[in-house]
Every structure is written in structure tokens, then in C-alpha cells.
């Protein structure tokens, strides 16, 4: 499971991985535009989380790391966000991994200064999705657990036999040369 947070909508997306299938399970968001008390935004996304983590038992969860702007009040509400997310999973004792907005971006397109609709667009073809959400925060999030699934060295197999989840950890070392080795039928040749 990835997730993006934010302090207006929280993006999120499952993903399922089968031998070297993937395929998204659920994507969306979360909205507390409309809240105004920000501990109430807060505790809205730590339940709406749990929430998603009790239905679609992800076996991690990714998230997208803090980064450094230039206003430090939306960094903090963005951290607390962030962390909210972050202690849902642990309250269920789901694995958390954290990758850089650049990080996430890159794995994806290729570029880490892309922008939202370019990822979108890249996930809706390697997701072969049939439409995009109207806000880009459910792609976001769906891109922090492909982003994962890409880090990872090997998926792990989870309860179920006919089923495998992201697994394995992050590989330090794995290149974009080694992905495409291993996974010849997903590189489109012009």
C-alpha cells in the first residue's frame, strides 16, 4: 500500500503482485478539505487509514517522506500528517518504508522532477488503468507503492497462496538495468 499525505487529501493505492503481474487493487483519497480543526483532520486520517489497512491487509506500507519547502508551518502540518499515517500502519503491525518525493518520481518516469500528470499517465499504462481519478492525489499514492514495489528485491508471498504482496525490503543496489533484465515483457519498444 502507498501513501501520499497531505493536509487536504491523502492519496493512497493498492497494489498486488503476482510473479511479475502487477495490478492496482484500489486507489483514492482521503478528504479533509473541508475540515477546519486541524487534530481533527488528523485523527480522521489515522482512522481512514486503519481503516484501509483492515480491509485490504496490505503486508507494507510505503509512504512518501517529508520534504524541505520554504514554509515551515506547511512542513509541520505536512509531518504530522505524515506521521498519522505512519502510526496507523504501526498500530497494525504493518511494515513501513519511506521514499523521497524525487525518489518516488523517478522511479516512475524516469525523471525526478516530473510532474503529477506525467506520473499519472505513466501509471495508467503500466497499471493498463481503464480511467485516472479526477485528483491526482489517489496517483500520487498509488505511486509511492509502485515506487516500493520497484525498491524491492524479490515480492514476498503473503497469506494467501494466490496471492503476493510487496515484500523484501528495499534493494540498495538495484538498477534500472537489473529491472529491465529481470522483467523483459514490461519495456515497449518503439
Not at 77 to 88: C, E, F, S, T
Not at 177 to 184: L, Y
Request: charged share 25%; glycine share 8%.
Amino acid at each position: 500500500m502507498g501513501i501520499d499525505p497531505g493536509t487536504n487529501f491523502t492519496g493512497y493505492g493498492v497494489i498486488e503482485v503476482n510473479g511479475n503481474a502487477v495490478r492496482c487493487v484500489v486507489l483514492g483519497e482521503i478528504d479533509i478539505h473541508k475540515m477546519t480543526d486541524p487534530y481533527e483532520k488528523l485523527k480522521y486520517i489515522f482512522n481512514r487509514i486503519c481503516l484501509l489497512i483492515d480491509e485490504y491487509k496490505p503486508d507494507e506500507v510505503a509512504l512518501e517522506s517529508p520534504f524541505f519547502g520554504e514554509n515551515v508551518q506547511s512542513m509541520l502540518k505536512l509531518g504530522r500528517a505524515q506521521g498519522v499515517a505512519m502510526a496507523a500502519a504501526l498500530s497494525r503491525n504493518v511494515a513501513v518504508f519511506e521514499y523521497a518525493p524525487r525518489r518516488i518520481k523517478q522511479s516512475i518516469t524516469g525523471i525526478g522532477a516530473a510532474s503529477k500528470e506525467q506520473i499519472a499517465a505513466l501509471l495508467k499504462n503500466i497499471l493498463q488503468l481503464k480511467t485516472l481519478p479526477k485528483r491526482l492525489d489517489a496517483t500520487d499514492g498509488l505511486a509511492v507503492a509502485m515506487c516500493h514495489y520497484f525498491q524491492c528485491a524479490t515480492p514476498a508471498l503473503s497469506d494467501n497462496p494466490k496471492k503476493k504482496a510487496l515484500g523484501g525490503g528495499p534493494s540498495r543496489g538495484k538498477s534500472w538495468e537489473t529491472f529491465i533484465n529481470e522483467n523483459p515483457q514490461r519495456v515497449k519498444k518503439q
